[in-house]
């Protein structure tokens, strides 16, 4: 079952991982300017 717990820590997860995929992105962008 999903617990409000188990929830917050999947949205913690995925809010990480696009945080770190739009870092990505930017260095890749201006390091390619």
Not at 14 to 27: D, H, N, S
């Amino acid at each position: 079952m999903l617990t409000d717990s188990n929830i917050s820590l999947i949205i913690g997860k995925c809010f990480r991982v696009w945080e770190t995929r739009a870092k990505v992105a930017f260095l890749f962008l201006t390091e390619g300017l």
